[in-house]
């Protein structure tokens, strides 16, 4: 149960009280603002290698290479519409290969590769990327180089990633001073592209070939003592993949990390009708990056072979290619409605959650959703509600849930104009996410609870727990997701193999181990009165169960019902339960979860603003015989209801179970 202040904790359980809902628009997508592309050149330049970065003072610098070998530097002091993104300046032959720049402050460092092919330069900027440095040698590779990637600490250490075939190599700068060139060992048959950005770490996505033949995205850490000890590579985490022979190929990965950490790259098709499409992914709310939990890639109305280059700097988002330019603001839109609200229905269950707010639209307010001041009200934009009363110190609320609209509707009827919302929950987002292509895990490799924030993240849905059996962290199956299933699905999937349950706060999906003795976190009957109360007694669905695992048997049973109704058996096949005890945990489990909707009931109250599914609550209801009886809360509908002519209404619509 969400916690409620005192104020607002009297408030609801006051006789008098007065309904406050406030219903706030955000432009976020799982928390993740969505940035509002504009943009500000269009150009016809080569699509070739190319790089961004923002100085300390704002300063916008841009720098590409071309096939016959020139290497191309821009720098827009105050950029914005109108800025000269079609002047570039010349620096001179080199190799028709990448380029790279960083900025740390003041100092902006351009890299590229001399006309050999082989020896990397740079070029320092400190005075914000206004003027550059002559070129200065760094060293001479073995072999041709391809792809460059750099980025600075905030003391100023320098490092630069390139390619010399399927291998990576880093060379540092250090108080002035390049070290050793290292390289990094793998197995991979090729790479074809590189970027880095530093949080801590030295932060890389690659592209390429593996070994087996298919196409990868892959994650790495360069360590500078965060995730990754200092000066060593961490493996390669899988963030999309192609298999051999679907003539799908990952190229050119950019990197950037203005909030979360966002990821470009670049997906070709090399059939018939072939296309090489960027497409943009980001790592869910509050996950580091050496978790790799990446949103499923999005593709952008764009081709390009070499992606698209971003970067951030004083409350601006920019994206660039050689022939476009892109701003967006780091802000993202809000608008909030609750003046406005004439009726709103949340409903919230084990399964998953929707919304339905009723706008006053007299005036034609909402009659061009997305504009003006109603810019964040869009398609998928996020909506919190937040429950609550007006108290002696103004109203209050309590953060109540968050949805994502999926869409909505303009009424017209009696001479009154209103709009409605129509929103879903975070299931809903998982309901949507499909799988492109498998996802397997061998046994062993990761633990339930890992596997279920590896879906969650397809979604953009972060995982933390309010509590977890042992069987979340201790059980490391087999486990694939199929082309084709839903999210959803494979969570339940992997939800039925604990006693864990799964609920929503925002992006966030919390697990929480419902066990029998857990205590009341709320009352009802006492100062929060019963409006309508029905209690039911009813035979489990399942009241025996059996579960055969790999060589292990186990079984589980409700005796005394067993001998008043006779059985009603559930048999559970599952090869990764290897030993006899966690066979009869999940015995146990099939039992827990049929003795939920053994005792069930419904109840009406008025709205409780901290109220959430799975809650243990206590009723007395003396009309009906029940004094403190433990119920669990297995589903809620929020009705709140202002609309001229009808009974005002705001109350809670709980759906129980056993505890």
Same mark, same amino acid.
């Given at each position: 149960?969400?916690?409620?202040?005192?104020?607002?904790?009297?408030?609801?359980?006051?006789?008098?009280?007065?309904?406050?809902?406030?219903?706030?628009?955000?432009?976020?997508?799982?928390?993740?603002?969505?940035?509002?592309?504009?943009?500000?050149?269009?150009?016809?330049?080569?699509?070739?290698?190319?790089?961004?970065?923002?100085?300390?003072?704002?300063?916008?610098?841009?720098?590409?290479?071309?096939?016959?070998?020139?290497?191309?530097? /821009?720098?827009?002091?105050?950029?914005?519409?109108?800025?000269?993104?079609?002047?570039?300046?010349?620096?001179?032959?080199?190799? %028709?290969?990448?380029?790279?720049?960083?900025?740390?402050?003041?100092?902006?460092?351009?890299?590229?590769?001399?006309? &050999?092919?082989?020896?990397?330069?740079?070029?320092?900027?400190?005075?914000?990327?206004? +003027?550059?440095?002559?070129?200065?040698?760094?060293?001479?590779?073995?072999?041709?180089?391809?792809?460059?990637?750099?980025?600075?600490?905030?003391? =100023?250490?320098?490092?630069?990633?390139?390619?010399?075939?399927?291998?990576?190599?880093?060379?540092?700068?250090?108080?002035?001073?390049?070290?050793?060139?290292?390289?990094?060992?793998?197995?991979?048959?090729?790479?074809?592209?590189?970027?880095?950005?530093?949080?801590?770490?030295?932060?890389?996505?690659?592209?390429? *070939?593996?070994?087996?033949?298919?196409?990868?995205?892959?994650?790495?850490?360069?360590?500078?003592?965060?995730?990754?000890?200092?000066?060593?590579?961490?493996?390669?985490?899988?963030?999309?993949?192609?298999?051999?022979?679907? =003539?799908?190929?990952?190229?050119?990965? $950019?990197?950037?990390?203005? &909030?979360?950490?966002?990821?470009? $790259? !670049?997906?070709?098709?090399?059939?018939? *009708?072939?296309?090489?499409?960027?497409?943009?992914?980001?790592?869910?709310?509050?996950?580091?990056?050496?978790?790799?939990?990446?949103?499923?890639?999005?593709?952008?109305?764009?081709?390009?072979?070499?992606?698209?280059?971003?970067?951030?700097?004083?409350?601006?988002?920019?994206?660039?290619?050689?022939?476009?330019?892109?701003?967006?603001?780091?802000?993202?839109?809000?608008?909030?409605?609750?003046?406005?609200?004439?009726?709103?229905?949340?409903?919230?269950?084990?399964?998953?959650?929707?919304?339905?707010?009723?706008?006053?639209?007299?005036?034609?307010?909402?009659?061009?959703?997305? %504009?003006?001041?109603?810019? %964040?009200?869009?398609?998928?934009?996020?909506?919190?509600?937040?429950?609550?009363?007006?108290?002696?110190?103004?109203?209050?609320?309590?953060?109540?849930?968050?949805?994502?609209?999926?869409?909505?509707?303009?009424?017209?009827?009696?001479?009154?104009? +209103?709009?409605?919302?129509?929103?879903?929950?975070?299931?809903?987002?998982?309901?949507?996410?499909?799988?492109?292509? /498998?996802?397997?895990?061998?046994? =062993?490799?990761?633990?339930?609870?890992?596997?279920?924030?590896?879906?969650?993240?397809?979604?953009?849905?972060?995982?933390?727990?309010?509590?977890?059996?042992?069987?979340?962290?201790?059980?490391?199956?087999?486990?694939?997701?199929?082309?084709?299933?839903?999210?959803? /699905?494979?969570?339940?999937?992997?939800?039925? /193999?604990?006693?864990?349950?799964?609920?929503?706060?925002?992006?966030?999906?919390?697990?929480?181990?419902?066990?029998?003795?857990?205590?009341?976190?709320?009352?009802?009957?006492?100062?929060?009165?019963?409006?309508?109360?029905?209690?039911?007694?009813?035979?489990?669905? !399942?009241?025996?169960?059996? !579960?055969?695992?790999?060589?292990?048997?186990?079984?589980?049973?409700?005796?005394?019902?067993?001998?008043?109704?006779?059985?009603?058996?559930?048999?559970?096949?599952?090869?990764?339960?290897?030993?006899?005890?966690?066979?009869?945990?999940?015995?146990?489990?099939? $039992?827990?979860?049929?003795?939920?909707?053994?005792?069930?009931?419904?109840?009406?109250?008025?709205?409780?603003?901290?109220?959430?599914?799975? &809650?243990?609550?206590?009723?007395?209801?003396?009309?009906?015989?029940?004094?403190?009886? $433990?119920?669990? !809360?297995?589903?809620?509908?929020?009705?709140? &209801?202002?609309?001229?002519?009808?009974?005002?209404?705001?109350?809670?619509?709980?759906?129980?179970?056993?505890?």
């Amino acid at each position: 149960m969400r916690s409620l202040s005192s104020a607002l904790l009297a408030a609801q359980q006051s006789a008098s009280h007065v309904p406050y809902v406030q219903v706030e628009i955000h432009d976020r997508r799982t928390g993740v603002p969505r940035l509002p592309w504009t943009r500000l050149y269009t150009g016809a330049e080569e699509d070739y290698f190319h790089a961004v970065t923002v100085a300390g003072d704002g300063s916008l610098v841009r720098a590409r290479t071309v096939s016959a070998g020139t290497l191309y530097y /821009q720098h827009s002091a105050a950029p914005g519409p109108g800025s000269a993104f079609g002047t570039w300046t010349s620096l001179g032959a080199g190799a %028709a290969t990448g380029a790279a720049l960083c900025a740390q402050g003041a100092s902006v460092f351009l890299f590229s590769v001399a006309s &050999d092919g082989r020896t990397l330069q740079v070029r320092e900027s400190s005075d914000n990327g206004a +003027t550059l440095g002559d070129p200065q040698d760094i060293l001479t590779a073995a072999a041709a180089v391809t792809w460059l990637a750099a980025d600075a600490t905030p003391g =100023g250490t320098v490092a630069l990633f390139y390619t010399v075939g399927a291998q990576v190599w880093t060379v540092v700068r250090s108080g002035g001073t390049w070290g050793a060139p290292a390289a990094r060992s793998n197995s991979v048959l090729s790479l074809t592209g590189l970027a880095c950005t530093y949080q801590n770490d030295w932060n890389l996505a690659l592209s390429g *070939q593996e070994a087996g033949g298919g196409y990868r995205v892959w994650t790495a850490i360069y360590g500078d003592g965060y995730a990754q000890a200092a000066g060593t590579w961490s493996t390669l985490a899988e963030v999309a993949v192609a298999s051999p022979g679907a =003539g799908v190929e990952y190229h050119a990965p $950019l990197l950037a990390a203005p &909030d979360v950490h966002r990821l470009l $790259l !670049v997906e070709a098709y090399t059939g018939t *009708q072939g296309y090489s499409r960027p497409y943009q992914s980001h790592t869910v709310v509050g996950s580091d990056f050496v978790d790799n939990r990446w949103r499923e890639p999005v593709p952008l109305d764009l081709t390009s072979g070499y992606g698209v280059a971003l970067a951030s700097g004083v409350g601006w988002a920019w994206r660039s290619t050689p022939w476009g330019v892109w701003r967006a603001s780091l802000t993202p839109a809000t608008v909030e409605v609750t003046a406005d609200v004439l009726g709103l229905e949340v409903e919230d269950t084990p399964t998953g959650g929707r919304l339905l707010v009723e706008l006053r639209n007299d005036d034609g307010r909402y009659n061009s959703p997305g %504009a003006g001041a109603y810019a %964040a009200l869009t398609l998928g934009a996020e909506v919190r509600v937040s429950p609550g009363y007006q108290t002696a110190s103004g109203p209050l609320s309590s953060g109540g849930p968050v949805f994502w609209l999926t869409g909505w509707e303009h009424r017209s009827l009696g001479g009154r104009a +209103t709009l409605v919302l129509r929103a879903v929950d975070g299931w809903g987002l998982l309901g949507r996410w499909v799988a492109r292509r /498998q996802f397997a895990w061998a046994a =062993g490799s990761q633990n339930i609870f890992q596997l279920l924030g590896a879906v969650l993240a397809r979604a953009g849905l972060a995982l933390s727990s309010f509590s977890t059996s042992s069987a979340v962290v201790d059980r490391s199956p087999a486990f694939t997701i199929h082309p084709g299933e839903a999210g959803a /699905q494979a969570v339940h999937r992997l939800l039925a /193999q604990v006693p864990d349950v799964l609920l929503f706060r925002g992006s966030t999906g919390y697990l929480k181990h419902p066990i029998a003795a857990e205590a009341s976190a709320y009352s009802y009957g006492g100062a929060h009165p019963i409006l309508e109360g029905r209690y039911r007694t009813q035979m489990q669905d !399942v009241n025996r169960a059996q !579960v055969f695992g790999s060589g292990v048997f186990a079984e589980a049973a409700t005796w005394t019902e067993i001998e008043e109704a006779a059985d009603r058996l559930r048999q559970v096949h599952d090869l990764n339960l290897t030993t006899g005890a966690v066979a009869q945990e999940r015995a146990d489990a099939e $039992l827990r979860r049929a003795a939920f909707d053994a005792a069930a009931g419904e109840l009406r109250v008025p709205a409780n603003c901290g109220q959430e599914v799975y &809650d243990v609550i206590d009723i007395t209801d003396n009309r009906a015989g029940v004094s403190g009886a $433990l119920r669990r !809360v297995l589903g809620l509908r929020l009705v709140y &209801d202002a609309r001229p002519g009808r009974p005002p209404r705001y109350e809670h619509h709980l759906t129980l179970g056993g505890v």
